[in-house]
């Protein structure tokens, strides 16, 4: 089943939900001018990644990457994806924790914390035990009921803006060194990754992933730069959420909603609960191919189980800004080591056909 | 489609919890418990914080106005004393206006202003104000002129209300942005209460890095909103010869950086209509009058400023590519200081009314 335009929006989607919280304050803190240089790199690599992890797939053609390896040894290739695994299910923690605490941050004060990540987790584990069909078709929903909101508020936002603020556009590198800067690639990294385990279910033309890809490039950047615009950059580092601050800042006189923040976050949510639930379908899928005889049901609610306390026992947010830096290496495994070793592998498979036929 | 008993049981389960967990409503307090002040004003009394609640209370389909005030160490500790000591929840969710008495803003605002960006539930785009009188007199007339007239405090500023072009328009966010910008300093509205309507406007503070400097008349404020790009619509100037309405204005600013010192150029466009004329004056001599008075007007304000090295017109803006950052950061001592300004005024007559003028 060809099913392109579902799988552009799910990409979309999940980027959306994780660009316009920590990405901006990581950018703003990783350097003090010319803040499209890291912006632009970290695009470069995304693009990089996923031409590489598309090229490398299409050698398969309906096979998801862990039956790729199934004619190897499963102990081997267990190496392979333990890595990914672990990244998948900190990802999980991570998101979940830091998302349940922007939610007290901006509007649910008085809700204790582990209600909300209760809350995240059963929704998104439910979305998940359906199966990646429902996760996809809750992507276009989510998409037609959340993105013209998203859409608006992302141009009110402009509102108060002074693009004086832009200049000097001239940057050095010192952002590389920071590790602000390497937290930032938590919006870029594992976006592509489900593009690995949806293909046996159903196909896509890789065209589209690549327009959705380039649709999001401007998102990256107002993400950065409207709050910069508005605030400058000594004002905007103060800021634990900038762009959240730049819309709560918007004033609109003929509308009737006071605070255009909350259809903001709400919509941002939803999708983070989208992209929970394609977090945990992926980590399930790699469990259950080495543990065959378990449903796939039970492994999931052990999972989110497991996952809530450790999400609740994380004690405050420096802890969970520890975990971001600390998955850093996972992550670059994550965006370099497994496009390239699946690009190697077609490469020598196919090698190896064009041999056999001469 | 049937369903087995089982699943039945299921989903009753899961529909139960989801109501517990979505609603939303975790110790949430319902509106008739809550108190929705409107306005809140902060005094310094002695390294303690006097704060000043009106809070309107629908009473019998009227408005009426309840007037609460607490010391303590920090701004929400007295919010909190207030809220222990009512048989309601205070929420500043809806507070629109901030008062700050003079002596205070003298002192500097930095910990009010950084207390309120931080707190979860004061809205970054609430206006602030400056009283400059006693603040429980201030709110104590508030509250007898409301209770004659039903007047409300807040349309004073409300741009579709009662707000006149020569009213600073500054928001909390602009404030925080004011005391970390390298560039960028606000004017704030100076109030009193007044004996017929509710407040009397006397001019602006000028705030320096969240110090109140100096203070600016009426009028000069209106400069300030004309060079803000806030239309100056509907503002009269009366002059020798003539009155005429202010109708829009534009003004384009070129920075130049000549050794090291700064030069501004301003071209301020004016359109204007004739309203009265005493004698009989020629469209010229009307211009040139309209000319001189606003460049004057501009050449003292802009003294005025320099001598504060307060830089309210965000200048530095125009030589932010001129200036390294490093540099930049003394912008108002190293540059604004002796910063020449050369203004001119272009106007134009958009009409003239129903007589000729010869």
């Known amino acids: 089943m060809v099913r392109s335009l579902h799988v552009m929006i799910m990409y979309v989607l999940c980027h959306l939900g994780l660009i316009f919280f920590m990405f901006p304050a990581d950018i703003i803190a990783s350097t003090e001018q010319g803040h499209w240089f890291p912006i632009l790199i970290g695009i470069i690599v995304h693009f990089v990644c996923l031409l590489t992890y598309m090229k490398g797939l299409r050698f398969f053609p309906k096979k998801d990457i862990l039956s790729i390896f199934s004619k190897s040894k499963k102990r081997v290739t267990f190496l392979f994806f333990a890595p990914v695994l672990l990244y998948l299910i900190m990802a999980i923690i991570i998101t979940v924790r830091a998302y349940a605490e922007i939610v007290t941050l901006v509007f649910l004060s008085h809700t204790p914390l582990w209600t909300i990540i209760l809350l ?17 078709r809750t992507a276009f929903l989510l998409f037609i009921l959340f993105f013209p909101i998203l859409l608006f508020v992302l141009i009110m936002s402009f509102q108060n803006v002074d693009w004086r603020y832009a200049i000097p556009f001239d940057t050095d590198l010192g952002f590389i060194s920071k590790p602000a800067y390497f937290e930032s690639y938590f919006a870029f990294a594992d976006g592509f990754l489900f593009l690995g385990f949806v293909q046996p279910f159903f196909s896509y033309e890789r065209k589209y992933v690549i327009l959705s890809a380039i649709f999001l490039i401007p998102f990256f950047l107002f993400s950065v730069y409207i709050p910069i615009l508005t605030l ?6 103060k800021a ?3 762009f959240v601050l730049i819309v709560d800042s918007i004033n609109i006189d003929w509308l009737m909603f006071d605070r255009v923040t909350m259809f903001f976050l709400l919509s941002l949510i939803a999708f983070i609960i989208l992209y929970l639930s394609l977090l945990m379908w992926k980590a399930i899928r790699i469990i259950n191919y080495y543990i065959p005889k378990s449903r ?12 809530f306390f450790v999400c609740f026992w994380i004690p405050d947010r420096k802890d969970v800004e520890n975990i971001l830096f600390m998955n850093s290496f996972l992550r670059s495994y994550v965006i370099i080591v497994v496009p390239l070793s699946i690009y190697y592998i077609g490469r020598r498979l196919k090698r190896k056909d064009t041999n056999e036929t001469i | 489609m049937k369903l087995s ?5 299921y989903l009753i389960c899961s529909l139960l919890t989801m109501v517990l967990i979505l609603s939303g409503c975790w110790d949430n307090k319902d509106i008739n418990h809550r108190l929705l002040p409107v306005s809140i004003g902060v005094k310094k009394v002695d390294d303690q914080y006097l704060v000043i609640l009106n809070i309107p209370v629908p009473i019998d389909g009227s408005m009426e106005t309840k007037i609460v005030s607490a010391k303590a160490e920090t701004v929400s500790k007295a919010v909190d004393t207030i809220s222990r000591n009512m048989e309601s929840d205070v929420d500043l ?14 002192d500097g605002i930095n910990d009010i202003i950084a207390g309120l960006m931080r707190s979860r539930d004061v809205s970054p785009k609430a206006l602030v104000a400056i009283c400059d009188e006693d603040l429980q007199e201030f709110f104590n007339n508030i509250k007898i002129n409301a209770e004659k007239k039903g007047l409300s405090t807040y349309n004073y500023f409300e741009k579709n209300a009662g707000w006149n072009p020569d009213i600073a328009l500054t928001r909390v966010w602009e404030v925080f942005r004011g005391i970390h910008s390298y560039t960028h300093d606000v004017a704030i509205p100076l109030i009193r209460s007044g004996k017929d309507t509710t407040m009397d406007q006397i001019g602006s503070a000028i705030l320096k890095r969240g110090k109140m400097v100096e203070q600016i008349s009426s009028n000069e404020t209106l400069l300030y909103n004309v060079f803000k790009g806030e239309s100056g619509n509907g503002k009269m100037e009366v002059m020798e010869h003539a009155t005429v309405m202010l109708l829009g204005s534009k003004t384009d600013n070129i920075g130049r950086l000549v050794n090291n010192d700064a030069h501004m150029e301003s071209l301020i466009k004016m359109r204007v209509v004739i309203l009265e004329t005493k004698g009989e004056p020629s469209l ?3 211009k040139e009058e309209i000319n001189t008075l606003i460049s004057e007007r501009y050449n003292k304000l802009f003294t005025k400023l320099q001598e504060n090295e307060a830089d309210v017109f965000g200048m530095g803006q125009f030589f932010r590519n001129q200036i390294p950052r490093d540099e930049l950061k003394n912008w108002r001592s190293d540059y604004f200081k002796n910063m020449k300004i050369n203004i001119n005024v272009k106007i134009d007559i958009q009409n003239e009314g129903y007589l000729k003028t010869t």
């Open chain 1, 232 to 237: 400058g950059q000594a004002t905007a580092s």
């Open chain 2, 5 to 9: 008993n089982k699943k039945v049981i």
């Open chain 1, 240 to 242: 634990f959420l900038p």
């Open chain 2, 284 to 286: 010229n001599l009307i």
């Open chain 1, 120 to 136: 995240l987790l059963s929704v998104s584990a439910y979305i998940s035990s359906k199966g990646i069909e429902a996760i996809l």
């Open chain 1, 296 to 307: 796939p049901s039970y492994l999931l609610f052990g999972l989110s189980v497991a996952i």
């Open chain 2, 93 to 106: 969710l809806h507070v629109k206006l901030i008062f700050i008495e003079k002596e205070t803003a003298e």
